[in-house]
C-alpha cells in the first residue's frame, strides 16, 4: 500500500534522479530549493502542508529563516523540525540568522551570531543545517567601513564557532554592501576582511545585479567562495521589482555557466514578493530552472 509518505520519498528521488545530467555541472544540482521565506505566510499557518506543497511542486531542498528570536525552526525545537523535514523527503543545508546588534524591547535578541550563538550551532548541527548564514543588516547595523571591518571580525569568530560543529558560515547580501563608502564597497571589505575558511558567502544574484554588479565577475575574482545562492529575476519596470525565475532581465542562463568557478553547492529560489499565490510563482520558476537551467 502506497502512503502519503512513500509517495512523497519516491516522487522525490524519482525527481532528482531525472534532474541528473553528467558533465554539465559539478555541483550537486540534483536538489533544487526554496528559501521558505517566500512562502512564509504558510508556514506560519501550516508548516507541515506547506512543506507537502513545497515538494509536491518539486522542490526537494529548503532554507529556513526564523530561528533568530523564538531559537525555534518555525515553532518547533530542532529534532521536530529535522522529522518533519525528513518526512516531506526534503532536505534543509541552510537556514538563516541575524547578526544581533539591534535589540528587541531593550534586550538582546538570541539566536544570533552575537548572542546565544552556541546554541544556534548545537540546533543547527541537530537539524542537519551544513550551512548557517547571516542573512541580512538592519539599517542600524550596517555604518560605514569601520563597522562592517568590525563586522568581518565578528563573522571570522561566528565561522569559528560554526567549523568546529562541522558547519560552515555564509553572509548573504543585499544591494546596500554595494554602496561606496570612502571610495571602498563593503561588499569588498567583507570577502577580503574575512577568514575564507571560516567564511563564505551566499550571493544573492537579484540584488548583486540591481545593485549593477556582475556576479559573474565577482566568481571570478574570489573563486569557490560562494557556495549558496538565491535565484530570483529582476521585471524590466523603472521599479527592477522581483519577479519568477525565468521572467525578468537576469541572465541565468549565463551566471550557471560559473557555477564551477564560484563553488556552487545549493541553490535557492526566492522571491520576496509575489503578484498573487506565492505557490504559483514559486511552480513558474522551477518550471523555468527545469528546463532551462540544469
Not at 569601520?146 to 563573522?155: M, P, Q
Not at 558547519?167 to 564597497?185: A, G, T, W
Request: charged content about 25%.
Amino acid at each position: 500500500m502506497t502512503t502519503r509518505r512513500s509517495f512523497i520519498k519516491t516522487t522525490s528521488l524519482a525527481s532528482a534522479a531525472l534532474f541528473i545530467k553528467p558533465g554539465k555541472l559539478n555541483f550537486n544540482h540534483s536538489y533544487i530549493g526554496l528559501q521558505l521565506y517566500t512562502v512564509r505566510d504558510a508556514m506560519q499557518k501550516d508548516p507541515g502542508a506547506t512543506l507537502a506543497k513545497v515538494a509536491q511542486i518539486g522542490y526537494n531542498s529548503v532554507e529556513a529563516a526564523t530561528y533568530t528570536g523564538s531559537e525555534k525552526f518555525y515553532g518547533m525545537d530542532a529534532k521536530a523540525f529535522a522529522a518533519l523535514i525528513k518526512q516531506n523527503g526534503l532536505i534543509l543545508p541552510s537556514s538563516h540568522y541575524r547578526l544581533g546588534e539591534d535589540q528587541d524591547n531593550g534586550k538582546d535578541v538570541m539566536g544570533t551570531m552575537l548572542h546565544d550563538w552556541d546554541k544556534a550551532v548545537n540546533d543547527a548541527k541537530t537539524v542537519g543545517v551544513k550551512y548557517m548564514v547571516c542573512a541580512w543588516l538592519s539599517p542600524a547595523e550596517r555604518g560605514n567601513i569601520d563597522h562592517f571591518k568590525l563586522l568581518a571580525e565578528r563573522l571570522n569568530k561566528a565561522g569559528e564557532t560554526c567549523k568546529k560543529a562541522g558547519i560552515q558560515l555564509c553572509y548573504h547580501n543585499h544591494d546596500f554592501e554595494f554602496i561606496k563608502d570612502n571610495d571602498q564597497l563593503p561588499y569588498d571589505i567583507l570577502l577580503n576582511n574575512t577568514d575564507k575558511n571560516l567564511v563564505n558567502f551566499e550571493s544573492d544574484l537579484y540584488w548583486m545585479s540591481k545593485a549593477g554588479h556582475d556576479p559573474v565577475e565577482i566568481f571570478n575574482a574570489h573563486p569557490g567562495r560562494f557556495p549558496l545562492w538565491h535565484i530570483k529575476d529582476m521585471d524590466n519596470t523603472p521599479q527592477h521589482s522581483f519577479t519568477e525565475v525565468g521572467n525578468g532581465t537576469i541572465d541565468f542562463k549565463r551566471i550557471f555557466k560559473s557555477a564551477d568557478k564560484a563553488g556552487l553547492k545549493y541553490f535557492f529560489v526566492e522571491q520576496d514578493i509575489t503578484p498573487g499565490d506565492p505557490f504559483d510563482s514559486i511552480t513558474k520558476s522551477i518550471a523555468y530552472i527545469k528546463h532551462n537551467l540544469i
